[in-house]
């Protein structure tokens, strides 16, 4: 039995280790449609930081913000996020590399990356991974303005018909007076 629990320690560490490194790599934020947000990542200030990218999974080879010679480098950024993020301290004082997100939307809802080139090591190195989740009612908005249009059109379209079957009866009516 002893060996057992033992066993069972040995394999259970482990997975507990890995369990609590990823859930302390992994934050979720949450924001209302139109708001700013901030997604948190901060390295080591130990760190020599030469670039930052901040990326999404679904982008392919297009990123959300990359930050390198003291500057953004908008060359390959997803056109949804031009103009839109910046970084919270672009000097990336105490290792600070959060990013900000302008005017969130619903489509900006996914797992953020934040990625750090390492100068001693020249190596890009994952530092954190942000969850991004937008409430909003965008869908309601757009579906709106559709159905008051329609509901409009409908007694409109009632209307001119009532009106040319009016101005066809009067014509025919007419009509049958001069026979007589």
């Known amino acids: 039995m002893a060996s057992l629990t033992l066993a069972s320690l040995c394999w259970a560490l482990p997975i507990l280790f890995v369990v609590v490194f990823a859930a302390d790599a992994q934050s979720t934020t949450t924001a209302e449609s139109g708001q700013d947000v901030v997604l948190p990542c901060r390295v080591s200030p130990d760190k020599t930081i030469r670039a930052v990218k901040w990326s999404r999974a679904d982008l392919g080879d297009e990123y959300v913000l990359l930050f ?78 559709v159905g008051l249009i329609v509901g409009l059109s409908v007694p409109a379209v009632l209307l001119v018909a009532a009106v040319v079957g009016f101005v066809i009866y009067r014509k025919h009516k007419q009509q049958n007076r001069d026979f007589n």
């Open 68 to 145: 390198r010679d003291e500057q953004l480098d908008p060359e390959e950024q997803h056109p949804s996020f031009k103009n839109r993020v910046d970084l919270q301290d672009r000097q990336m004082k105490d290792g600070d590399v959060s990013l900000i997100l302008k005017n969130v939307t619903t489509a900006d809802g996914g797992s953020y990356n934040c990625d750090i080139f390492n100068g001693v090591t020249d190596s890009w190195e994952i530092i954190n991974t942000v969850s991004l989740t937008v409430s909003g009612q965008t869908a309601e908005l757009t579906v709106a303005p």
